[in-house]
């Protein structure tokens, strides 16, 4: 098991390799019912997203069809309307390569004060380290639930904005470097987060409020309230649940708690921003079977629940 001591309080934990920590959170969620017209997200689109990112091949840092995915993620958010900026960095990693990491952030409405930021991590899994069959577990992933997933819904979400013409202040960011990480050392995770929140790229860059979606276009996925994002920012992860219920999918984001896990929102918190984590986690059976497997690919992808989940974050940014 992997633990991580953060300042506010330790806790053992796990990460994206090991079994979950649970507790038990009361909460009230507000019923509402959305018009037919509100929350509009196209969860064919966002499917068609995750799909491009699957067709370069695996997104392995260093690798060509990362460098590809990157530059098509770039042009993907100017298009949409969103200033662009590409931070690079060398980070180690724990068997000793370097990573030639790039977070990719895009900001529309650059002018607002209140920023949301939306983000995921675009990288995949060099080795399908839990594959069933040993054969295959120095294979590396697709990814297409394990980071494809996250970054098809945040582009759908952009594209609704500009057609929108929405004027809230949101930003995107693509986070590089998050899954080359070994179970027992928790610092071998999300090292492009970690190098983002402490390297802003933006002087004085601080959003009131930021949300994660990892593993988000799984076949009758459930997201239950992530425990760390309950502790550490309880009324973000309140609001989304409202949100979510206002949309009309209240039934994926169950007002339960699910696992504590070791994710790219854990470097947010550090340096006190407000953030939770959208990730699929069932606290009696763990992660998605494909999950750091040669399954995760898009046979296993539901554009449905790439919808419900799209559906919920559009009607959070409405309500801020």
Known sequence: MKTLFLTLLILTITGCGASRSQQAVSTEIVSDTPS???YRFDADSAYSYVAKQVAFGPRVPNSEAHRKAG??????LRRHGAEVIEQYADLKAFDGTMIHARNI???INPEASNRILLLAH?????????????????????GANDGASG??????????????????????LFVDAEDWGTDGDDESWAMGARYFAQN??????R???AILLDMVGGKDASFPREVFSMQYAPDLSMEFSQAANRAGVSSRFPDTPGGAITDDHLELLKVG???IDIIEFNPRSGFNPTWHTTSDNMENISAETLGSVGKALISFISSN
């Not at 530059?71 to 993907?76: F, H, I, L, R, T």
């Not at 069933?132 to 590396?140: A, G, L, M, S």
């Not at 970054?151 to 995107?172: P, T």
């Open 36 to 38: 037919d017209s509100e």
């Open 71 to 76: 530059d098509w993620m770039v042009s993907e």
């Open 105 to 107: 952030f895009g900001r």
């Open 122 to 142: 675009y990288d995949c899994r060099p080795w399908a380290d839990q594959d069933p069959d040993p054969q295959k577990r120095h294979q590396p992933v697709d």
């Open 151 to 172: 970054v098809g819904v945040i582009l759908e979400v952009a594209r609704q904005l500009k057609a929108s013409g929405s004027k809230a202040g949101v930003d995107f």
């Open 200 to 205: 802003p790229p933006v002087e004085g860059y």
């Open 207 to 209: 959003p009131v409020k």
């Open 273 to 275: 921003i407000p953030a």
